[in-house]
């Protein structure tokens, strides 16, 4: 079964993927394709979306979230060569609380400055050890 039968008819991101909507690819492989975010919160951010639709990493089949790992290294790299940022941060969100816009994996590639006020910045505060190691337990117990 080819990568086009996982693909949803009214997706935006699947319809860039079938080229019914234009977009500034980076480049695509088989199984991903990586583009230019047109709402960019810093120059060359852009994204690896994988070409099996699903909404979120956590229905995301395994193969699929690996390949899509592996071509936004392959894109940070580029950016990261191309750009020279300070740093680039690599964002993936799931749901309302984290501002995921569009309902189809995606990892977003963010060049970073020292300076640049992004919100994703956060102060380090030290936690509360305990709680710490008691959120750690609850974790281990719902893994797969």
């Known amino acids: 079964m080819s990568s086009a039968d996982h693909l949803d008819d009214d997706c935006i991101f699947c319809k860039i993927i079938r080229v019914e909507i234009p977009s500034f690819k980076v ?16 120059s060359g951010h852009s994204l690896v979306i994988p070409k099996f639709h699903s909404a979120n990493l956590y229905e995301t089949p395994d193969e699929w979230v690996a390949v899509t790992a592996t071509a936004i290294r392959r894109l940070a790299v580029a950016v990261e060569k191309t750009l020279q940022p300070a740093g680039v941060s690599i964002v993936q969100a799931n749901g309302p609380g984290a501002k995921q816009s569009v309902h189809h994996l995606q990892m977003h590639v963010i060049p970073r400055g020292i300076d640049d006020d992004l919100m994703m910045n956060w102060e380090l505060v030290p936690g509360d050890t305990v ?5 750690v337990e609850r974790i281990k117990a719902n893994l797969d």
Do not use: H, V, Y
């Open 27 to 42: 480049f695509e492989d088989g199984k991903t394709f990586a583009f230019m975010d047109i709402n960019p919160i810093a």
């Open 131 to 135: 709680s710490i190691k008691e959120l």
